[in-house]
């Protein structure tokens, strides 16, 4: 029932993460944050077994960390997203694997253009302008293909935001106590007031 | 939930011609019942050949990342691209590797013999058995009503432009068939000298 | 047998906890058989591969060639008997050199058989092999698990029985090779029209005492497709197109080079 939801506009992708962090029928804590920071213009999103999410993405932070530190630069979210599918789809082919999804927002400094991927525990990985794990997707695709347009500004792009939270709150069967919006762009990663 | 093959969904063929070969696809890409990506393309070009690849996503994705690391060792040893024939046993080969637990996915390739000139399809079963064609071949979640498009509106030694129109409309009217295809194609039409690409309007239910 | 990678085994079992049903391989529902003769052997094979109730291919080819004077016919998982064939063929092709003699069926028989039984039946493959070598023709049956049968005239696949009926009533001891022939192709014919696994055309392969095999691809074609009366082709512009792009194959870069520049240009001490 986790709600992760992200949008690319023209200068940068918004993601926004649900506040609840649940356990079987309570909701443990409301200022959770299932996103991790993977470099300076990139940020993923998880939802998944509890346990493996975390695990994954410190996982995943750390050795982006450890190639940026090795290498003296940060991969582009295209590569990025392509070693994150790559840790899962071989992740998939272990004994116990990884069952997180995630989604990766990332700004691409070289080509000046945001980015946002969707990848699944089975190793799906697509680039897409709008995208969601879960339910959230069921109740947010519509809403999304009607008002998208890929020249958005980051206010525009946080209004249809506001307009698919508007919907999860009204329709989904658990309050997930709000989301929490984080930007990618050109300046990195900042949390916006939501 | 049911077979890995049709969770993301998405169907290709491969058409024979006159001095000439077709390949398409559609771009659907989903979840289940959720459409989640219309750019999901399911043919690669490695080198003069054409691989075109369905079935469960991230299988689809590995392969054609495996299909491309082989075909750029594979020329960097030959100084040549790889021929039809011989990626149709590579890709039989990478398959039956994992025989005890395979990819799954319904590879189709097609191409023309730099050196003979012969136009060339193949396709095969998820475990690498070839089949060699003289026709058509079809593959993915619409493979029933391809093949029943294919074998009424086949007929050899099209022309590129009809083989076009042919392939086209099998792909469409099959795909149309088939909740877990569609949201767009495209068609490549190959001949000796030319490749040529074309993105074909279609439903978008 | 080396290079066998079983990695993507335990991924698929966690995929069979989840739901996920596993795919079908396409297998050779199939009629084969082989008889022999007075100085030589015959097999036979449709032509129709199977993937569940779908016709996968209407003209495969199901006659393997393991050695020149030693062929085999497959049925069961296509493509276990395609590989399994290519590999013992390799295998046995280098024991020929080795040894520098003819390769034996019983020989080829044995290689198979320990190799499938190794499989423990996993490797789907059902063969009846057949040749002729120094030691005269023979023929011979193996069964995935392992197991193997001597005869004069053997079936296998799902139209096995079909096919074993036409060979238990016309069977004798003095066949000619027309007359086996013939024989054979009579039972691959009962598997074509009275097994809904084999279907389309009959191959078949003579091998004779010290001559070469001799391979009839598409003996009987007794199911070819009646022309179509109207064609289907559409009128070009029928299907919409949104972008089109070309790329040319062919990139022709000339360049003179003379010999005494490029031979002037060889660094040897960079």
């Known amino acids: 029932m986790d709600i992760i939801l992200g949008i690319r506009v023209q200068d940068c992708t918004i993601i926004a993460t649900s506040k609840a962090f649940t356990r079987g029928i309570s909701i443990l804590n409301s200022t959770d944050d299932k996103t991790r920071q993977l470099g300076e213009h990139s940020l993923m999103a998880f939802t998944g077994e509890s346990g493996d999410t975390v695990q994954f993405a410190e996982y995943i932070q750390a050795n982006m960390q450890l190639h940026a530190m090795r290498e ?3 991969l582009s979210p295209k590569a990025t997203a392509s070693f994150v599918r790559n840790q899962l789809a071989s992740s998939l082919r272990s004994r116990k694997p990884y069952q997180v999804n995630v989604l990766i927002a990332g700004f691409d400094t070289k080509t000046e253009k945001p980015s946002l991927n969707w990848l699944d525990y089975l190793g799906t990985n697509v680039e897409l302008p709008y995208c969601a794990h879960g339910y959230a997707a069921f109740y947010t695709s519509s809403l999304l293909d009607r008002h998208y347009r890929a020249d958005m500004t980051q206010q525009e792009g946080l209004d249809l935001l506001q307009l698919c939270v508007k919907e999860l709150q009204l329709r989904m069967p658990m309050d997930f106590k709000g989301v929490l919006v984080k930007v ?5 990663v900042k949390i916006v007031d939501f | 939930m049911s077979d890995p093959n049709s969770i993301n969904g998405g169907s290709a063929v491969a058409m024979v011609g006159k001095d000439c070969v077709a390949i398409a696809c559609d771009l659907r890409l989903g979840n289940q019942s959720l459409g989640l990506a219309n750019n999901f393309e399911k043919v690669f070009q490695l080198g003069h050949t054409f691989l075109g690849l369905t079935g469960l996503a991230s299988d689809v994705t590995t392969l054609s990342e495996t299909f491309r690391l082989k075909t750029n060792l594979y020329k960097m040893r030959e100084e040549r691209t790889i021929e039809p024939e011989t990626f149709a046993n590579l890709v039989s080969s990478t398959l039956y590797e994992k025989r005890f637990g395979p990819y799954f996915v319904g590879p189709i390739v097609a191409g023309i013999n730099s050196q003979t000139k012969k136009p060339f ?11 060699f064609a003289k026709d058509f071949i079809v593959s993915g979640t619409a493979s029933d009503q391809l093949y029943g498009m294919c074998e009424a509106l086949y007929e050899p030694n099209l022309e590129p432009e009809d083989l076009f129109e042919t392939i086209s409309q099998a792909l469409l009217n ?8 569609g949201w767009g194609a495209v068609v490549y039409i190959v001949t000796k000298d030319q490749v040529v690409r074309k993105v074909l309007r279609t439903r978008q239910d | 047998m080396p290079g066998l990678a079983f990695d993507n085994y335990q991924r698929n079992n966690y995929l069979t906890t989840k739901g996920y049903g596993s795919p079908t391989a396409t297998s050779t529902g199939t009629t084969i058989v082989g008889c022999k003769f007075n100085g030589g ?5 449709d032509t129709r591969a199977t993937s569940g109730d779908i016709v996968a291919d209407k003209n495969c080819e199901k006659l393997h060639r393991l050695a020149p004077q030693i062929w085999c016919a497959g049925a069961g998982t296509a493509a276990d008997t395609e590989m399994v064939t290519q590999l013992i063929g390799s295998n046995l092709e280098l024991h020929s050199l080795h040894l520098n003699r003819k390769p034996r069926v019983v020989t080829a028989m044995t290689m198979l058989k320990q190799h499938l039984y190794k499989y423990q039946g996993h490797i789907g493959a059902y063969l009846i092999v057949a040749g002729t070598d120094p030691t005269g023709a023979h023929l011979f049956s193996i069964h995935a698990h392992g197991s193997t049968d001597v ?9 096995s ?7 238990e009533s016309e069977w004798n001891e003095k066949l000619t090779k027309e ?3 013939k024989l054979c192709s009579d039972a691959i014919e009962a598997g074509i029209w009275n097994d809904l696994g084999s279907g389309s055309n009959v191959d078949l392969c003579v091998m004779e005492v010290g001559q070469d095999a001799v391979l009839y691809r598409n003996y009987l074609t007794p199911n070819v497709r009646e022309a179509k009366t109207r064609s289907y082709k559409f009128g070009r512009g029928t299907t919409a197109v949104l972008r089109e792009s070309i790329y040319s194959l062919v990139e022709v870069q000339e360049e003179i080079v003379s010999f005494k520049s490029a031979a002037e240009a060889i660094e040897v001490d960079a």
């Open chain 2, 121 to 131: 399809i193949c396709g095969f079963d998820l475990i690498g058995c070839i089949d």
């Open chain 3, 151 to 159: 005869g004069q005239y053997q079936s296998l696949g799902s139209g």
């Open chain 3, 161 to 167: 029985l079909a096919a074993m009926a036409v060979l």
């Open chain 3, 41 to 45: 052997v015959v097999i036979a094979a």
């Open chain 1, 72 to 74: 003296s630069y940060e």
């Open chain 1, 184 to 188: 990618v762009s050109n300046e990195g």
């Open chain 3, 179 to 181: 007359e086996a022939m």
């Open chain 2, 174 to 181: 099959a795909v149309d068939r088939d909740a877990l295809s």
